[in-house]
T-cell receptor, first 114, second 114 residues
Framework: AQSVTQLDSQVPVFEEAPVELRCNYSSSVSVYLFWYVQYPNQGLQLLLKYLSGSTLVKGINGFEAEFNKSQTSFHLRKPSVHISDTAEYFCAVKPRAAGNKLTFGGGTRVLVKP | EAQVTQNPRYLITVTGKKLTVTCSQNMNHEYMSWYRQDPGLGLRQIYYSMNVEVTDKGDVPEGYKVSRKEKRNFPLILESPSPNQTSLYFC?????????????FGPGTRLTVT
């Protein structure tokens, strides 16, 4: 079984400041890792994913994430946020071996202030 | 346009009155899934389907039913809704067999049971 912990439920940040959203996971098997974003009143869309190779992954809208196998973490970062980045962000994992089931963290709500 | 659609988007109902939330995808995906989203808990899987006539329970299946008679449709049925099923529901779909394949989400259905 897998579990995902997002360490911050809410992150207030000023416009143009950097932001980091923390994600730790636990799994007995090897997993793929994902970050999804949910803008107000919308469904989830994929920001980025880690499958293999370079541990630094770049996604859409200037976001990037770093996979750390020893710390079982997959933290999301953006060097300079915009008002439009106000949203809820979800970290998720999926077993590599088989199946399509995503296990999600509890979400981090980012509020960008002017 | 590739998309997952859900109807209705908003629904207020009373305890015990059967309801169905429809989900349809136009990407010829084999895999479809229902999630519920509750504050602080992220998304939890209710049921999923690997293909037509193949469905299985997720993590929180109690009080729900599904069917998969056609590849594109995956309705969620609440035979006797209760207030603890008040939540935001998402349908998702993806292809199978491709490593790390992305799940595509519908816009969500906000259900209130009084």
């Amino acid at each position: 079984a897998q579990s995902v912990t997002q360490l911050d439920s809410q992150v207030p940040v000023f416009e143009e400041a950097p932001v980091e959203l923390r994600c730790n996971y636990s799994s007995s098997v090897s997993v793929y890792l994902f970050w999804y974003v949910q803008y107000p009143n919308q469904g989830l869309q994929l920001l980025l994913k880690y499958l293999s190779g370079s541990t630094l992954v770049k996604g859409i809208n200037g976001f990037e994430a770093e996979f750390n196998k020893s710390q079982t973490s997959f933290h999301l970062r953006k060097p300079s946020v915009h008002i439009s980045d106000t949203a809820e962000y979800f970290c998720a994992v999926k077993p590599r071996a088989a199946g399509n089931k995503l296990t999600f963290g509890g979400g981090t709500r980012v509020l960008v202030k002017p | 346009e590739a998309q997952v659609t859900q109807n209705p988007r908003y629904l207020i109902t009373v305890t015990g009155k059967k309801l169905t939330v429809t989900c349809s995808q136009n990407m010829n995906h084999e895999y479809m899934s229902w999630y519920r989203q509750d504050p602080g808990l992220g998304l939890r899987q209710i049921y999923y389907s690997m293909n037509v006539e193949v469905t299985d329970k997720g993590d929180v299946p109690e009080g729900y039913k599904v069917s998969r008679k056609e590849k594109r449709n995956f309705p969620l049925i609440l035979e006797s809704p209760s207030p603890n099923q008040t939540s935001l529901y998402f349908c998702a779909s993806s292809s199978v067999g491709t490593q790390g394949n992305e799940q595509y989400f519908g816009p969500g259905t906000r259900l209130t049971v009084t």
